[in-house]
């Protein structure tokens, strides 16, 4: 008899997979927790998509998203050369870990590193640990802010040539925005790659997009996920100096973006005012949210994203995650160190956080 088990490379049994946020198939379920916009696509960008249901399912993409790359070079005053579109910003995550970073720790330590903050977006120590590479985490302080280079130094855990280090910015799940003098500082002190990712940066007061373009060690990461309300289709780009992004070319499956995210994505960038004005509405529910939560005793960070890091009077998160639940309003709680007594809220619709702080009244009466 053939062991499967033992089939599989050691590496693989000892991987433990990334968690995603629960998708629920229950009706009439309010769903805050994985950061979905609560708005809907442009209607042209839907058309978009139904018209390439209608003429395209039987032919692959284009293989490296040409007209996509073109508008972004637009959007952002570079060249189609400077971009690389991946299938959602976590392959291309995944793409710069197999094309930066040596697997196992060979002769040269720095070269084996995955390097970044915690707590941030809890898929890096996964890909690390898929590539067989080296997790280096480094703490963030306690109000989770971006220490300055001189500080990072001083205390000697954050490696400068790590081969690839990961800031999410603004971070995920505390929220915090990172302003652009911050980030250019940490980028001028690096020899090694630095992703900038920046998932949630539409609702952030600033962005380091001009990073890429004046330092090449430094790639930015940007998704229509979660701003552009294209989840479910699956796109993200980085922006870089042309050698890196030509490394990530090459190690990227040759259809890597299939032809519907590929038509949403080319439509949502000739709409979009549509969009920001979706921001400004999420931004001021989140502000709403936050001081309807600090009435009630929460203690909430203050985020930059479109979702909120909020800590239930007395701390006791997973119990309120659970009568959320019952309640039929899902939110996230992270069984890890330094945020398992708080909560992350992703910005739902008005009604939804209506109905959100609704229910915590009636929780905060029972406790
Ligand atoms: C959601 C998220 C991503 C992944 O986005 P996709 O483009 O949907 O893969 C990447 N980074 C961070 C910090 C995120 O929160």
Known sequence: MIDPRRLIRPLVHRVHAYAPGEQPKIQGLIKLNTNENPYPPAPAVL?????????????????SAEDLRAGLARLHGCRAENIVVGNGSDELLALAVRAFVEPGSGRVPRRAKVQYFTPSYSLYPVLADTHGATKCPVPLPPDFDLPPVAGLRRQGRWDFSAALSLVTTPNAPG????????????????RGVLVLDEAYVDFAKEDALP?????????????FSKAYSLCALRVGYMVGHPELIGALHKMRD????????QAAAEATLRNLPYYRRNFRRVIATRERLAAGLEQLGFTVLPSQTNFLLARPPEGKAADWQRQWRERKILVRWFDQPRIREWLRISIGTDPEINALLRAARAIARLS
């Open 254 to 261: 040759s259809y890597n973006v299939n032809r519907l995210g």
């Open 47 to 63: 058309r978009a998509v139904r018209a390439a249901v209608n003429s395209g399912l039987r032919l692959y993409p284009n293989a």
């Open 211 to 223: 990073l890429a373009r004046e330092f090449p060690q430094v790639l930015v990461c940007r998704t």
């Open 175 to 190: 929220g915090r925005g990172y302003s652009r003098r911050q980030l250019r500082e940490l980028c001028a002190a690096h």
